[in-house]
T-cell receptor
Framework: GAVVSQHPSRVICKSGTSVKIECRSL??????MFWYRQFPKQSLMLMAT?????????EQGVEKDKFLINHASLTLSTLTVTSAHPEDSSFYIC????????????FGQGTRLTVV | GEDVEQSLFLSVREGDSSVINCTYT??????LYWYKQEPGAGLQLLTY?????DMKQDQRLTVLLNKKDKHLSLRIADTQTGDSAIYFC??????????FGGGTRLMVKP
C-alpha cells in the first residue's frame, strides 16, 4: 500500500512553545489530508481536513488558531500546535487520501506529543 | 448523525478464527474500512469493502457486509499472536471523511 510518513514520532516540549508535525505522502499525491487526535484507549477524533492550496476545515470545538494547518503541496501537510499546554499532550495521526483513487486513506505512524 | 460501534474486547486462542463486529448508522456510506493499530503506532489499512458488495476475501481476512442491518464484520482465520492489536472499523460518509468505531482490542493467547 501507499506510504504516509509522519515526523516526528515523539516530541517533548515545554508549555508555551510551539511544535510542528509533518505529514508526507511518499509515493502518491494527496489532495486531501486529515488530522486526528487520539486519547489513550479511545478512538480517533477528527480535528481538521486539509486541502492542498486552500484553508483547512476544522471540526467543531477545535481551535483553528491553536492548531495551525498548512497544506502547501500535494505531498505535505503540517500541523503546528501553538502555545502548547499539558492538556494538548496526545497522540496525533495524519492520513492522506490518494487523489487517483479517492478511496483509500493511508495513515502516518502517529506523533506522541508530551507537553511538560 | 453518524455512529459506528464495536465491542471493546475479544480474546481468542492462537489458531482459532477471530470475528470482530461493527455496526454503523449512515446508510449513505460508500466504503467501509478495517484498520489495525499496534501499540504506539499509526493505523494500518487492512482492507475495505464497497457498499454494494456482500463479501470480500483477502488471504486470512474475510469481510462480510450486511447493508440491510448496517453490520460489518472482519474474520481473521488462523489467528496468530502477531494479530494482537486494536482493530477499528470506519465508514466513509457523504462528506468523504472517515468516522471510526471505538476500536476492538484483540488478544491472542498462545
Amino acid at each position: 500500500g501507499a506510504v504516509v510518513s509522519q515526523h516526528p514520532s515523539r516530541v517533548i516540549c515545554k508549555s508555551g512553545t510551539s511544535v510542528k508535525i509533518e505529514c508526507r505522502s511518499l509515493d502518491f499525491q494527496a489532495t486531501t489530508m486529515f488530522w486526528y487526535r487520539q486519547f489513550p484507549k479511545q478512538s480517533l477524533m477528527l480535528m481538521a481536513t486539509s486541502n492542498e492550496g486552500s484553508k483547512a476545515t476544522y471540526e467543531q470545538g477545535v481551535e483553528k488558531d491553536k492548531f495551525l494547518i498548512n497544506h502547501a503541496s500535494l505531498t505535505l501537510s503540517t500541523l503546528t500546535v501553538t502555545s502548547a499546554h499539558p492538556e494538548d499532550s496526545s497522540f496525533y495521526i495524519c492520513s492522506a487520501r490518494d487523489r487517483r483513487t479517492n478511496t483509500e486513506a493511508f495513515f502516518g505512524q502517529g506523533t506522541r506529543l508530551t507537553v511538560v | 448523525g453518524e455512529d459506528v460501534e464495536q465491542s471493546l474486547f475479544l480474546s481468542v486462542r492462537e489458531g482459532d478464527s477471530s470475528v470482530i463486529n461493527c455496526t454503523y448508522t449512515d446508510s449513505s456510506s460508500t466504503y467501509l474500512y478495517w484498520y489495525k493499530q499496534e501499540p504506539g503506532a499509526g493505523l494500518q489499512l487492512l482492507t475495505y469493502i464497497f457498499s454494494n458488495m456482500d463479501m470480500k476475501q483477502d488471504q486470512r481476512l474475510t469481510v462480510l457486509l450486511n447493508k440491510k442491518d448496517k453490520h460489518l464484520s472482519l474474520r481473521i482465520a488462523d489467528t496468530q499472536t502477531g494479530d494482537s492489536a486494536i482493530y477499528f472499523c470506519a465508514e466513509n460518509n457523504a462528506g468523504n471523511m472517515l468516522t471510526f468505531g471505538g476500536g476492538t482490542r484483540l488478544m491472542v493467547k498462545p
